[in-house]
């Protein structure tokens, strides 16, 4: 490598994979449930690359110590979303990583972390690796207003940040599907494991309290975890609950964003409940609110910081049951009002948009 070629290396977890994942990274059918890590962390390596920056993504194992040769001396370390879903796991890839990233600190790159869920309210190895990140990191990049603002005021660092908002997954701008009368009105909830707490804990009151002549068809599209969760749910709430029918869909990593974008567009609704209260949901990311708009659902989701920084394009409030019958009955002029300049609401979620920020902080970095 010349002297002066520019390098990357950043560093996700894919659990089963170790070592160079570059090109394997690229395509979900060979790195596994990696969403949320592939929206973020790709764009910036693409950018690099479309600057001639040559890029390595690494996915790194305590079991596989041997991989420290595949670390060489790049000038930026970009690491990525970090997350595991069992304990072994996370000890593995904390540690993995710390070691790594101290290493590449010391030999000179500028350390560059993507921070994306406000975890510091709890005590676990995954706080205690972000905190030492925070202390290592000479940039953090955040996906919103809300997060970066929520952890500079209760993290000290000495870290510059930046806000790099995540792309929407929705290829182009859907109009709202028409209901037509005495048609069932199609819902859809979407997201991770993590999420599906939210939605079953909203679940009793969206049955009971359904006011509508009309039946209602919720999609559960995650993965199957989170199906069964639903599934264990549903045979504990008394019913019957004639007008409702489920459809649980098992997300496909292969398909993607494919068949997200089928599944948001055959709905008529989208249903994102969470918690304001709950620490561990502060500052989250817009990515499923934006992709419900765009996808052209009437959209209905807790009152979260972020996502009141986009006002006029979704129904937020705390009681999603009655955010959901005020949907059905009020659908027609909801289709027009929130859909009224959205793209200038959401323009900052576009991809190139996105790409050019990644670019402009890629020539100011290195």
């Known amino acids: 490598m010349g002297q002066n070629k ?13 070592g160079d994942v570059t090109e394997s990274f690229y395509d979900p059918k060979k790195t596994g449930g990696m969403a949320s890590a592939r929206i973020q962390l790709l764009p ?7 600057l001639n920056i040559t890029t390595k993504i690494l996915s790194l194992h305590t079991s596989h110590p041997e ?11 970009l690491i990525g979303k970090m997350s595991a879903n069992k304990d072994k796991l996370v000890y593995d890839m904390t540690m993995a990583n710390l070691s790594a990233i101290c290493r590449l600190k ?39 207003k809300a997060l970066q603002q929520l952890t500079l005021n ?35 909830w979407f997201g991770s494991n993590k999420n599906i707490d939210y939605l079953i804990n909203c679940l009793p009151g ?7 002549e009309r039946n209602c068809e919720l999609t559960i599209l995650g993965q199957n975890y989170a199906l069964s969760e639903v599934k264990n749910a549903l045979g504990i709430i008394k019913g019957p609950f004639s007008k409702w029918k489920f ?20 709905a008529h609704i989208s249903i994102i409940p969470s918690d304001p209260r709950d620490p561990l949901k502060s500052g989250v990311s817009h990515n499923r609110l934006v992709d419900s708009v765009r996808g052209g659902c009437i959209t209905i989701a807790s009152p979260m910081e972020s996502y009141k920084e986009i006002p006029g394009i979704a129904l937020l409030g705390d009681h999603i049951s009655t955010l959901l019958n005020n949907a059905e009955e009020n659908y027609n002029e909801l289709s027009q009002t ?19 920020e990644w670019i402009n902080f890629w020539n100011k970095t290195l």
């Open 44 to 50: 910036a390596i693409r950018a690099a690359a479309e």
């Open 6 to 18: 520019k390098s990357i290396t950043a560093f996700s977890f894919v659990v089963d994979k170790h």
């Open 67 to 77: 991989e420290i040769k595949e670390i060489d001396s790049p000038q930026a370390c």
């Open 206 to 212: 969206l049955l009971k309290n359904w006011k509508s």
């Open 247 to 266: 459809r649980l869909v098992p997300w496909r990593v292969d398909k993607q964003p494919l068949q997200l974008e089928s599944e948001i567009t055959r």
């Open 338 to 356: 929130l859909f009224a300049d959205r793209e200038k609401k959401i323009h900052q979620f576009n991809p190139d948009r996105n790409k050019k």
């Open 154 to 188: 209760n993290i000290e660092t000495k870290a510059a940040s930046s806000v790099i908002h995540d792309p929407w997954q929705i290829s182009k701008p859907y109009t709202p599907r028409r209901l037509n009368e005495g048609e069932a009105i199609r819902a859809i």
């Open 106 to 144: 010391n030999r000179g790159s500028k350390i560059i972390l993507q921070f994306s869920d406000f975890i510091f309210g709890r005590q676990d190895i995954l706080s205690i690796f972000y905190r030492d990140m925070f202390y290592l990191a000479d940039h953090i990049i955040f996906p919103c």
